[in-house]
């Protein structure tokens, strides 16, 4: 079955810098690659998403880009503010009807002032 | 996400006790998941259902059962044989139409075991 693993498990950056958190996947036929920020104690919340017939999205300072090659994506964030801070998760999925999603482990964001 | 409910809000389970968490969507969606969360790990997949009165298991589903008598409910029923049920708990939905769609979470349930 379907693999996610996500990098690097904390990252801590200065605000107004970039932030670059990678996944990678197993399973050439995912075809869907959606992004979760999750604050503590509350639910995941969808901040992106990409499609395979896509190789980047961008909406504000967020931005996805898919390498299906190489079976990698990435979610970059463009000037980082303090509510920045969260768990983010990736995950992929193949889309036959049900859309099961695999998860990657989380990346711990902290943004320092 | 509004459309997706999930109840109580925290749980508790004495040991060798079965205990279910309710789930309920108003969006008219086919398909509905549940997953689970541990600390400081991402979710993973326990059960599935694509229509009423069908479902399947996911990555992690020994010691879960689940039903779909009804569109709209997909009660998760967290066993004795489930030997470390401590976790958050997480209900999704989607229209189950084969297209790559998104994904919303019900609000969780967090089980602890007393």
């Known amino acids: 079955g379907e693999n996610v693993e996500q990098h690097p498990s904390t990252l801590s950056v200065q605000e107004g810098d970039s932030a670059v958190i990678k996944c990678t996947y197993s399973d050439s036929a995912s075809n869907y690659f959606p992004w979760y920020k999750q604050e503590l104690g509350k639910r995941p919340q969808l901040i992106i998403d990409i499609r395979s017939n896509v190789g980047e999205k961008k909406d504000q300072r967020i931005a996805v880009t898919l390498n299906k090659t190489a079976k990698h994506f990435s979610l970059h964030i463009t000037e980082t503010q303090p509510e920045d801070s969260a768990v983010y998760f990736c995950?992929?999925?193949?889309?036959?009807?049900?859309?099961?999603?695999?998860f990657g482990q989380g990346t711990r964001l902290t943004i320092n002032p | 996400d509004g459309g997706i409910t999930q109840s109580p809000k925290y749980l508790f389970r004495k040991e060798g006790q079965n205990v279910t968490l309710s789930c309920e969507q108003n969006?008219?969606?086919?398909?509905m998941y549940w997953y689970r969360q541990d600390p400081g790990q991402g979710l993973r997949l326990i059960y599935y259902s694509q229509i009423v009165n069908d479902f399947q298991k996911g990555d992690i589903a020994e010691g879960y059962s689940v039903s779909r008598e009804k569109k709209e409910s997909f009660p998760l029923t967290v066993t004795s044989a489930q030997k470390n049920p401590t976790a958050f708990y997480l209900c999704?939905?989607?229209?189950?139409?084969?297209?790559?769609?998104?994904?919303?979470f019900g609000p969780g349930t967090r089980l602890l075991v007393l």
């Open positions: 995950a992929a999925s193949i889309s036959w009807g049900a859309q099961k999603l695999v």
């Open positions: 999704a939905s989607t229209t189950g139409g084969g297209v790559q769609e998104t994904q919303y």
């Open positions: 969006l008219n969606h086919d398909a």
